[in-house]
């Protein structure tokens, strides 16, 4: 390993990497523009200019890879004079506008000035030039020609990573403008990934145009539920609602970027249509109910069905919509509490949802489907437990995120569902099936809780709560722990890190992992229990 020296601090560095990396290591910050970890190194910003002892130039950080002795100084005076003069040759012709900019608060061109400028324009402000402003270029994306700074992240993005190069820089010198090519619009799935690697306010997102200004938002890490891929997301929200969900760097999963579908995903969790108060089907209607009651009503009706008709008379259905945590509470809840061995897992995705690429995106639209098979729920799933209830053989059953309605179609429903007595269903959001529901108990979404995803590769990903559930929706752990205190009269801890610990220890695939041990990229869980991967 190279030995260098930054700014009088000595590192060894890995073999290969650049100056800007070698630097943070050391927690020493060399400013830049066109550099992205992610892209090939353009070197056209100028902004991460250093001196190198025994070297008469500057030279730029982001293509000087570390070598033996090197000595690196990042705050000399000629580094502050040649940063400086960098900033005020980008500013020349950069429109005053920040008050109106979405980008404001995040924006390098701000933060840089403040931190390697703070000097006055020496160009008079009805010279500068004027470009196109708030150009609908297509995928969701607005471009402001006049914020741009020719760092050509966007561009090398599309050429480089989605292959679809929709942008390019036209003109020349100080006309230069990012574009799209005549009569074509941006049109990939990927395309609002540029509005996260724009370092100015250039390239900005409709949907979050003048929705929230981004220093009221607070920033929760998480993993996103729109497929199996499981993008390590941030989850940025404000007093309980969530404004945008932006790409988290995680080398195992989805590295620097996301889809747009993804992305969107959220919407559906905060609509008219979240569950907010427990309810009971009462002459025709679901009316609301208390917990007290609920759990009250339905521990009486599991209570009396396996009384009556034996614990296996009690199912439970749970879709890979649901954490680890919640699938095992089920499973052992049915196993503990009731003495059942009926439970099954359902892993569905409609007809028509995108397929798989070659890229991120994943056909199977459900964020959970090797943790259901890992804990060898996809064995035994709707079809078996419907089978099993058209016999007549189970009575009461219970649904977690499950909506079996939308799967079949009402009529095929009543078919094989009909001959049920109870029908719990356990969800956030309003479903079909809750028509033919007997109870219905609100539960948390999966930004709202703490616990854990297994994508298709077997990556295990840590969730965390970014607020409170909405109205009284209550964490599906708490449900379920409550359904338990009500049939065994005894207190159980059910929380995530608990339940996950009893799981690791059960789940042979799960075993010598811990929920915090999770860390920020996941751990990856070992061969399922059928000898195939997760």
């Not at 471009?143 to 050509?152: G, H, K, Y």
């Not at 616990?451 to 009284?472: H, I, K, M, Y």
């Amino acid at each position: 390993m190279p030995k260098v020296t930054i700014n009088g601090q000595q590192l060894d560095a890995p073999q290969g990497i650049n100056l800007i990396q070698a630097a943070e290591m050391l927690g020493i910050e060399i400013p830049h523009y066109c550099y992205h970890p992610g892209l090939s190194i353009a070197g056209n910003c100028r902004m991460c200019l250093v001196e190198l002892q025994g070297v008469p130039k500057l030279q730029i950080a982001c293509n000087t890879r570390v070598a033996e002795g090197m000595v690196v100084h990042t705050e000399s005076p000629r580094v502050k004079k040649a940063q400086a003069a960098v900033l005020e040759f980008l500013l020349l012709n950069h429109p005053i506008d920040c008050p109106v900019c979405d980008q404001a608060g995040e924006c390098k061109l701000q933060d840089y000035y403040m931190d390697y400028d703070r000097q006055p324009s020496r160009f008079p402000l009805g010279k500068k030039n004027k470009k196109g402003k708030a150009l609908d270029i297509g995928s969701g994306l607005m471009l402001d020609q006049e914020r741009c700074i020719l760092c050509a992240r966007c561009t090398r993005f599309f050429d480089e990573v989605t292959r679809t190069s929709e942008l390019a820089i036209f003109e020349r010198g100080d006309h230069c403008v990012v574009d799209t090519y005549p009569g074509r619009k941006v049109n990939n799935p990927y395309a609002l990934n540029v509005v996260d690697i724009c370092p100015v306010g250039a390239l900005t997102e409709k949907e979050f145009r003048f929705k929230m200004r981004v220093w009221y938002l607070h920033r929760t890490p998480s993993v996103c539920g729109a497929c199996a891929r499981g993008c390590s997301i941030d989850i940025d929200h404000h007093r309980g609602r969530i404004y945008r969900y932006k790409p988290r760097y995680n080398p195992n999963v989805n590295q620097w970027w996301m889809c747009d579908e993804g992305r969107h995903s959220f919407k559906l969790l905060q609509g008219e249509n979240r569950l907010l108060k427990p309810r009971y089907q009462a002459d025709g209607r679901l009316a609301t109910e208390g917990w007290d009651t609920a759990i009250a009503r339905a521990a009486e009706r599991i209570r009396g069905c396996a009384s009556q008709y034996g614990p296996n008379a009690i199912g439970a259905l749970v879709s890979a919509q649901a954490t680890n945590e919640e699938i095992f509470a089920l499973k052992r809840f049915m196993a503990r509490a009731v003495g059942s061995t009926v439970v099954g897992g359902v892993s569905w995705t409609p007809v028509g949802a995108s397929p798989d690429d070659n890229f991120l995106i994943r056909g199977d639209k459900n964020p959970n489907t090797a943790g259901l098979k890992a804990m060898g729920l996809l064995e035994n799933g709707l079809g078996w437990v419907a089978g099993l209830v058209r016999r007549g053989q189970i009575k009461v059953l219970i649904l977690l995120r499950c909506d079996p309605v939308r799967i079949l179609g009402e009529s095929e429903f009543m078919a094989w569902f009909g001959a049920l007595d109870h029908l719990i269903v356990l969800d956030c959001i309003a479903t079909q099936t809750m028509a033919f529901a007997n109870q219905v108990m609100p539960i948390a979404a999966y930004p709202e809780l703490d616990g854990s995803f297994t994508n298709f590769e077997g990556w295990v990903q840590r969730l965390r709560p970014a607020f409170d559930p909405p109205g009284e929706a209550r964490p599906a752990l708490e449900v379920i722990g409550a359904l338990e205190r009500e049939l065994l009269k005894v207190e159980w801890n059910y929380s995530a890190a608990s339940v996950f610990a009893e799981l690791a220890q059960a789940e042979p695939a799960f075993e010598g992992l811990t929920l915090e041990g999770l860390g920020a990229h996941g751990a990856r869980i070992a061969m399922s229990r059928n000898g195939s991967g997760p």
